[in-house]
């Protein structure tokens, strides 16, 4: 969220001042925050009776992550990592879990025609969410609460202890001064600590050529394979494919100042052993419009594959969101988003995947590097009978509400002017 001149708190709500002229900049910092919530639904333990009930109740936690970056006209990186505590007050005893986080992304320019990029993750997680990965994916980060951020997840399903490793690599070289081609590599995997027969594998490649042919709108082809690995006493190994030919169009309209339109498109063909492979249009459109000096609104449509672990075939979801946010004054940012998706079986066409969240968060500044915050998030899921092997409750609805504190903390800025 850069900005001209963002004003003396504009760092602590994450609002980066444009830099033009910058050689150089080198940052390190620390943000954290502590909060206190009411949860309409405190999971319980991993390992619980399955038929206890789940009842609402106060939860507290905090979190903390450090941030190390570097860029320059040659080379960026960006490193990160942190964790997050809660506490659960159940009866008739509170229990306490803990996630880990890291995340690594490089990215430099070799020569006048290549670029290369690399990037890497790890998180450590005592809960299960498949939302991450089915109904999150279409549009705007800023749409949903993030767990990075603020002391809680409203979307977690059931204490489940897992971990997910995931990195890729890139190489883009330019070919004319309109046109590129890029190869990429990646790999995923989610491990569950106490059920390694749901641990998942997701491995690929892909090729892509693009073709700018003005300043809003070009032309892509590419084709990649991908390698879905599930474990367990029945494997259910997928191979995939993606023959890419499509536009991208980011156009700012003459008609609506500071109004931009974006759309792409993608295809997927998916393939098991013993049954007919199956093929789908994907793609995404989006809306944004920025007004006043902070504020920007925003409405998107996506459609996707995804290999979600827990379930038992790939997922073809169709996802829809809206957001708006911005300050109010120089110490008042005010956040919100909806979002909605449905979701079917790739192979059997089972239906009756659906999820549906909101949220809202209002920080007012009390000093330069601290804000109080106060939030709300609600979120529904269903999933249909005998779709997903882990043992998670078919429908949930909780929202949560939270007040707390964040903290930035400056703890190393350097800034080097260009020649």
């Known amino acids: 969220m850069a900005q001209g001149n963002p004003g003396p708190y504009g760092r602590l709500f994450g609002r980066i001042p444009a830099q033009a002229g910058v050689r150089e900049h080198t940052t390190v910092e620390i943000r954290s925050s502590i909060g206190a919530n009411y949860d309409s639904v405190l999971l319980l333990p991993e390992g619980s009776p399955t038929d206890i009930p789940l009842d609402g109740g106060i939860t507290g936690g905090g979190t903390a992550v450090l941030g190390i970056s570097h860029r320059s006209s040659m080379f ?64 705007d980060p800023n749409l949903n609460v993030d767990p990075t951020v603020l002391p809680f997840s409203p979307y977690a399903t059931v204490m489940l202890e897992n971990e997910t490793v995931d990195g890729k690599v890139g190489l883009t070289g330019k070919i004319t001064k309109t046109s590129s081609i890029g190869v990429s590599g990646y790999k995923r995997q989610t491990r569950f600590a106490n059920q390694p027969d749901d641990d998942l594998t997701y491995t690929g490649y892909d090729a892509t050529w693009t073709w700018q042919l003005s300043r809003d709108l070009g032309v892509h082809a590419g084709y990649g394979r991908h390698f879905v690995d599930v474990r367990g006493p029945d494997r259910r190994d997928y191979e995939g494919a993606s023959i890419d030919a499509g536009v991208d169009y980011n156009k700012a309209f003459s008609i609506a100042r500071r109004t931009t339109l974006r759309f792409n498109t993608a295809t997927s ?47 073809y979801t169709d996802s829809v969101g809206a957001s708006l946010g911005g300050m109010f004054s ?90």
């Open 269 to 315: 063909v998916v393939k098991y052993p013993g049954v007919n492979s199956e093929f789908r249009v994907n793609g995404g459109v989006s809306l944004s419009k920025s007004f006043r000096r902070t504020w920007q609104a925003s409405a998107a449509f996506n459609r996707a594959t995804s290999f979600v672990p827990g379930f038992f075939e790939p997922l």
């Open 330 to 419: 120089r110490r008042v940012q005010f956040s919100t988003g909806i979002s909605a998706a449905r979701g079917e079986s790739a192979f059997s066409d089972t239906t009756g995947f659906s999820t549906y969240s909101a949220s809202a968060t209002l920080s007012f500044a009390i000093f330069k590097n601290m804000s109080a915050y106060t939030s709300y998030a609600t979120y529904w899921y269903e999933v249909p009978p005998n779709a997903i092997t882990l043992t998670v409750p078919g429908t949930m609805a909780r929202q949560i509400v939270s007040v707390g504190i964040n903290l930035y903390v400056p703890v190393y800025e350097k800034v080097r002017q260009g020649q």
């Open 76 to 139: 960026l990186a960006n490193v990160s990592g942190g964790a997050s505590r809660g506490q659960y007050f159940t009866q008739p005893s509170s229990y306490g879990n803990t996630l880990y986080f890291a995340n690594a992304q490089v990215s430099s320019t070799l020569t006048t025609r290549f670029d290369v990029y690399a990037t890497a993750g790890y998180n450590h997680s005592p809960y299960y969410e498949f939302f991450t990965d089915f109904g999150r994916q279409p549009v």
